[in-house]
């Protein structure tokens, strides 16, 4: 690369407001689009109709090298590359954010390879990218989301071979998975599993929801948007097909619950999303905010107010800067 | 429980192949509800991989095994359907090994251990559960207060009393061991023993019971089998085939026990 194109790129790529689509990035040259030659993406589209068809079952596929490692996304990546096309608005969070490293490079990744459009507003975008949480606002029948997962046998901890994972899933021998769950009970009184949780897709499969809160449990159980899930590292992927059933797993007397907390966000005063705890100083002071940045920063232009410090007004107006 | 009629277990012309190497051959017995039956022979003999055959571990190459399932009669066990077998063999039928290793799950608590039988038959009632666990535990006279520790953290006879209680608490009708005394000190082997029995003759369950110690089966079982290159080469009353044994092998195997 010479540092010409360098230059050009970084004068292209750099204008980032928070929030809104924004055009005007151009698609490097020398790649195809969307990074992915076509003959994979052709292959991982087959990979998914088949996911789609048989929601929850893990579809293995010929995970490539992507320019970014293993455990970053290489997956969810993988599997956007395949879906987008020019017209798509990308939207990517990580942790519930836009602004971590992670989400930032990845969205530029795309407007870099692929020409679209990105954005931050969870309601404008086509498809969002995630790892670990589900935006608070409710997707649409128009949307895609896709998930990063590192680990996407759900009974792996319980049974190393996978070829007995394989022959349980394939006879829905799904016993063992409550063992999992006896065991939190019986040491600590209550399920203690807080991501990660384990679900029964459509009455059949039971399926890892990647590392999301168990708290984003509950959106996935008939959520209208198409719901696409990539192991790169584990060569695996699997789909939750629009409006279709999602249960967690729990006992009859042991029902389950999501977590909840006595504080509302310091922020946006929000009592219904997820929060973050963080560390403000080393004298016990702390504070609760949105971790869905999105969400956190719509409610404050919306004019709702926490009961917290308010970030001053020429700094960008997200949670992680509020400290 | 409505006991058919007949015998609980048949097998037929059992053989089996290890490539070109012979496991066992053409081994035929039938077992009767109660009844337990010992198979001893030195090692090498085919003993396990008689059991093995008969419990649904390893697919036979020549024979049959015939299981009288609860609803209806007797069936082939390698004839059933993957699932069938496999909820057979979580629920009417119980394997307690010779290394715990291998009957237990050693990264879960002994509670969970016991329950998991239950989870998967699809009771999804922790108290029920949890409660059905302490009954066990205390039948196979376990401390309740290590209820959730590790099965790694227990003696040797623990882990295997912990696998007895695994494997009868959904009350199967046929248990198989693997030498379930071995590597354990006399004194642990007759406690446990002793349970054994206790267990078996209160409970009605029939047993085959794989050992290479004679002691074991003159305590345990009514009948006995002696294998010798895969074959079995006498069978009879446990009493009648220690105390007159025809077969050479087996003269010599009696007279090899160590007097005390």
Request: aromatic share 6%; charged share 25%.
């Amino acid at each position: 690369m010479t540092d010409q194109m360098t230059a050009e790129m970084a004068e292209t790529v750099a204008p980032r407001s928070s929030g809104g689509a924004q055009h005007g990035v151009e698609r490097i040259a020398g790649y195809n689009f969307a990074y992915l030659d076509e003959q994979t993406k052709r292959m991982i589209r087959r990979a998914i109709l088949k996911a789609v068809a048989i929601p929850g079952y893990q579809v293995p596929f010929g995970s490539r090298e992507m320019p970014l490692p293993y455990g970053w996304g290489t997956g969810g990546i993988q599997v956007t590359a395949s879906v987008i096309g020019p017209d798509d608005t990308l939207k990517v969070i990580d942790q519930g954010a836009d602004d971590t490293t992670n989400a930032v490079n990845i969205r530029r990744f795309f407007a870099k390879t692929a020409g679209v459009a990105t954005t931050e507003k969870t309601v404008e975008a086509t498809i969002i990218q995630t790892r670990h949480r589900i935006p608070e606002t409710p997707l649409s029948e128009n949307q895609i989301i896709v998930y990063q997962v590192p680990i996407p046998e759900p009974l792996r901890s319980l049974e190393r071979r996978e070829t007995e994972t394989r022959k349980m899933h394939a006879l829905a021998d799904y016993g063992v998975m409550h063992v999992s769950l006896y065991e939190d009970i019986a040491h600590f009184g209550r399920i203690t599993k807080s991501y990660d949780y384990p679900v029964m897709v459509h009455d059949r499969y039971v399926m890892a929801p990647s590392p999301i809160p168990r708290f984003d449990n509950p959106k996935m159980d008939q959520m209208p948007a198409l719901q696409l899930f990539g192991a790169g590292r584990e060569k695996r992927l699997y789909a939750v097909p629009p409006y279709t059933k999602v249960k967690s797993l729990d006992f009859d007397d042991h029902p389950f619950t999501i977590e909840t907390w006595e504080e509302s966000c310091a922020l946006c005063g929000a009592t219904d999303s997820y929060l973050d705890e963080v560390i403000l100083d080393d004298e016990g002071n702390r504070m609760f905010v949105c971790s869905d940045s999105d969400y956190c920063r719509e409610r404050r232009e919306a004019g709702h107010v926490g009961k917290g410090p308010q970030p001053r007004k020429d700094e960008a107006a997200s949670p992680g800067d509020a400290q | 429980m409505s006991e058919t009629k007949g015998p609980l277990l048949r097998v037929e012309e059992l053989t089996h192949h290890y490539g070109i190497h012979l496991g066992c051959r053409d081994v035929d017995f039938e077992l009767y509800p109660g009844e337990v039956l010992g198979i001893v022979g030195e090692s090498g003999s085919g003993k396990t991989t008689l059991l093995k055959t008969i419990s649904g571990q390893l697919r036979p190459s020549e024979g049959h095994v015939a299981f009288n399932t609860r609803t209806e009669g007797l069936r082939d066990v390698w004839a059933m359907s993957e699932p069938e077998r496999r909820m057979l063999m979580r629920t009417d039928w119980g394997i307690v090994y010779q290394s715990p290793r291998e009957g237990l799950r050693m990264n879960v608590s002994a509670g969970a251990n016991v329950g998991e039988r239950l989870m998967a038959i699809g009771q999804r009632h922790y108290g029920n559960i949890r409660s059905e666990t302490v009954d066990w535990l205390e039948r196979v006279e376990m401390d309740l207060g290590r209820i959730n520790d590790m099965p790694e953290t227990f003696s040797g006879g623990m882990q295997q009393r912990l696998q007895i209680a695994r494997n009868l608490i959904t009350k199967p009708r046929l248990v198989f061991m693997d030498e379930p005394t071995s590597g354990l000190d006399v004194s642990v082997q007759a406690r446990l023993l002793d349970l054994i029995r206790g267990l078996v003759s209160r409970l009605g369950i029939a047993c085959i019971v794989v050992t290479h110690d004679l002691g074991v089966v003159r305590l345990l079982s009514n009948r006995l089998m002696v294998m010798q290159n895969g074959s079995v080469v006498e069978q009879g009353l446990t009493d009648r085939v220690l105390d007159d044994p025809q077969n050479p092998y087996t003269q010599l195997l009696v007279s090899s026990i160590l007097p005390v």
